[in-house]
């Protein structure tokens, strides 16, 4: 039981107000500015990556598959926060509807959920490529694809929405002042009148389910895959099969290392982590990869850095032709 019965529609208040960066007020403009340019790139990156994949017939091999998956997946959550936080940091609109705030901590982190599980399905199809290639084709199926696919996503909704009916139907009757940019769970949950720890329980221990286990099962993958490579007898062979995997392990590295570090310091370090810097971990945890992810496949795979130079030449010399 969360405690006392509460009318929730009488005492959850109509708007949220976030509170931004505390501390940064000074740098606002110049934050609006980054913001603004990283989501640029985020969406133009990934939104080329999944255009090139889609139209060329040659990419149409898994892990291109899940490549597109994961830049649509990127699309979401950045598109989630980063325009209200250039709101607040530009013109200072800080309000949000309670609706509207449940709605975005909902897609943000059923995104996050639906990330990690793209990066084992990624993880997976490096040891079938690279451990069992001459059954590469058999296993890994558009039917198998596509099943891995629905399986992250119904995972993330099966973890989010519990979560959101706890948090929404706890009473706000106090403060409706989220010091936070966006609609962080465990910022709002502080500001409940009730007892908030049910939920903040849920979150954390199965977002460490979720997280531990496919991490688990990355590392597995990896120790499988090294254990493949250095078998090999060829220097180049070796060379070759790693590099198909460094990109993947950069994009792995950006997405868990400041993702841990926000959930565990805002658990753990709450009264210790200056809440700036508590903010600043998560903010960056959101647009950082999903800026840097198209960034690091574009130059580390050759393939999709041809077809996406070919595309931009051609979009390129065709608005040349029509201007003259």
Known sequence: MLGPSYNHTMESPGTFFLLGIPGFQSSYLWLAISLSTMYSIAL???????????MDSTLQEPMYFFLCVLAAVDIVMASSVVP??????????????????????????AATAVETGLLLAMAFDRYVAICKPLHYMRILTRHVMLGISVTITVRAVIFMTPLSWMLSHLPFCASNVVPH????????????????????????????IIVGSDVAFISASYSLILKAVFGLSS???????LSTCGSHVGVMALYYLPG??????????????PLHTQVLLADLYLIIPPTLNPII??????????????????CFFSQCTQGS
């Open 84 to 109: 209200k936080m250039v709101s607040i940091f530009s013109s200072g609109d800080s309000s949000i509807s309670f609706n509207a705030c449940f709605t975005q901590m909902y897609f943000v982190h």
């Open 260 to 273: 841990m570090a926000s959930i565990y310091v805002a658990w753990l370090g709450q009264d210790r982590v």
């Open 44 to 54: 133009l990156g990934n939104m080329l990556i999944i255009i090139v994949i889609c």
């Open 181 to 208: 940019s966006y609609c962080e769970h465990m910022a709002v949950a502080k500001l409940a009148c009730a007892d908030p720890m049910p939920s903040s329980l849920y979150s954390l221990i199965f977002s460490s």
């Open 235 to 241: 220097r180049n062979a070796q060379w070759k099969a």
């Open 297 to 314: 496949y574009g130059i580390r795979t050759r393939q999709i850095r041809e077809r996406i130079w070919s595309l931009l030449t051609h």
